[in-house]
Nanobody
């Protein structure tokens, strides 16, 4: 079992920044990839950024150059640094981890609102 807890969401003005955190606990050694997804009302959940256990990263085209995913293995935490935020980035952001035994785990989500 893996438990994921997100934090760092909030209200920010357009052009601002936020850093989301995803803290993992439990069988963390089985995790091979962690991603940040987001879902806004009326839209499907989409993958925003992904980082593998080997350090490889991948980003949605809509956030390339603005968002950065990273991790701190000592803290078992994955971060999503979000810069130059736009109103269309408004969504609930979820952390997701995939494990070597083909299981996926989700956090509870954290709201990000970009508005004047």
């Amino acid at each position: 079992q893996v438990q994921l807890v997100e934090s760092g969401g909030g209200l920010v003005q357009p052009g601002g920044s936020l850093r989301l955190s995803c803290a993992a606990s439990g069988n963390i050694f089985s995790i091979y990839a962690t991603g940040w997804h987001r879902q806004s009302p009326g839209k499907q959940r989409e993958l925003v950024a992904l980082i593998t256990s080997g350090g490889g990263t991948n980003y949605a085209d809509s956030v390339k150059g603005r968002f950065t995913i990273s991790r701190d293995d000592a803290k078992n935490t994955v971060y999503l640094q979000m810069n130059s935020l736009k109103p269309e980035d408004t969504a609930v952001y979820y952390c997701n981890s995939a494990t070597t035994n083909a299981r996926t785990y989700w956090g509870q989500g954290t709201q990000v609102t970009v508005s004047e």
